[in-house]
């Protein structure tokens, strides 16, 4: 553990950036859960297209 904290304290950029993208990332995800109405849609992909299979089969003669 100490060898650990003397490696931060002697080059902390790395882990510095390294949350840094951790924070972004955190950010992005919980705008882009805003812009998409709360995720309501009990999964990660929502069923946009709404298929309910009613098709008619066409007219055959």
């Not at 510095?16 to 995800?29: K, P, W």
């Amino acid at each position: 553990m100490q060898e650990l904290s003397d490696i931060i304290r002697a080059n902390p950029w790395p882990f510095g950036a390294g949350l840094f993208v951790v924070i972004l990332m955190i950010i992005a995800e919980n705008f882009g859960r805003g812009v998409q109405g709360g995720g309501d849609g009990g999964g990660d992909f929502s069923d946009a297209a709404g298929c309910d299979g009613g098709g008619d089969g066409g007219g055959g003669d």
